[in-house]
C-alpha cells in the first residue's frame, strides 16, 4: 500500500490538486491509509464516513430516490457519493466505495464482495467501476482500498483529472 500512497500523493502534488473520499464498505479505511504518509495534508482534504443510507443523504447529498430504486450498493450510489464529497469540500477529485463486504448480507443479484469505485473530478469527469472481490471480509476490504488507489493513481496518469 505504500507504493500506492506514495505514487498517488506525487501525482496529485504534481497536479496541484487535492482528494476527497466517500466511504462506505471502507469504513474509513482509504482515508487512514492516505493520511499515514508524512505531508499528507498537501494532498487530502476530507473524508467521508457514510455507512447507513442517512449519512450518504445527510453527508454527501445522496438522493432517496437513489437508495430507494438502486440500493445502497449500486453504481448510482457509488456516483453520487463521489460527486456529493467533491461538492462538500475543497478537493479536485474523489473516490467513493460502496459495497457487500460480509460475510451476510449478500443476495443472488449483490453478492459478498460486490463493490462499486466511483472517481470524479470538478472538470465534471465521473466514472463507476463494478468489482467483485472474493475472500473473508477483511481480504474484500483491503482488495477495495488497493483498487480504489490503482483507480485514482490511473485517473490522474490518464488526465481524466
Known sequence: MHSLVEELSLLLIQNDMML?????C???MIAATITERAGSSAV???GFVTYSNEAKMDMLGVSAATLQNHGAVSQETAREMCL???SKSRAHIAVSVT???GPSGGSAEKPVGL???GIATKNGAAHVTKNLFEGDRTSIRQATLEKALELLIESLDTKIA
Open 20 to 24: 476527497a473520499c466517500a466511504e462506505s
Open 26 to 28: 471502507t469504513g474509513g
Open 44 to 46: 487530502f482534504d476530507r
Open 84 to 86: 456529493g464529497a467533491l
Open 99 to 101: 459495497g457487500i463486504a
Open 115 to 117: 463493490v462499486y469505485i
